[in-house]
């Protein structure tokens, strides 16, 4: 986190319906974008599933991972990578005041997740 010049901001505890759970923190980039850093139980099928617009398949190292964008914000990006029993989800929000605001969401979002998700242990 310090390498990307990112500050805690809180913790992201979520319950959505269907039983779907986000537990992680909140990230902020002093003048510029935000993230949170969630682990969930969405699967990347689960995500792709939704069909949402730009959504494009990678992998980091070893894990295969995808990047989605939802028709109605289009200054933010979910990176979704795959672990044991769902995702290491990170959503980013880049909004135009931002100092950031001139690179892409998921650009930021991709960066974010290839440098955090090589540190997952293989078992997770």
Request: net charge neutral; hydrophobic share 35%; with cysteine.
């Amino acid at each position: 986190m310090e390498s990307l010049s990112l500050e805690p901001t809180s913790p992201k505890v979520f319950d959505g319906s269907g039983g779907i759970k986000w537990r992680g923190c909140g990230w902020v980039k002093p003048s510029g974008y935000t993230v949170g850093i969630t682990a969930t139980n969405l699967t990347l099928g689960m995500v792709r599933a939704k069909g949402f617009p730009d959504t494009r398949d990678f992998t980091i190292g070893l894990r295969s991972a995808v990047s989605t964008r939802r028709p109605d914000d289009s200054e933010a990006c979910w990176v979704n990578v795959d672990m044991k029993g769902g995702t290491l989800e990170f959503l980013l929000n880049n909004p135009p005041y931002a100092s950031t605001s001139k690179t892409d969401a998921c650009e930021l979002a991709r960066g974010v997740a290839e440098k955090i998700a090589p540190s997952m242990p293989a078992s997770a």
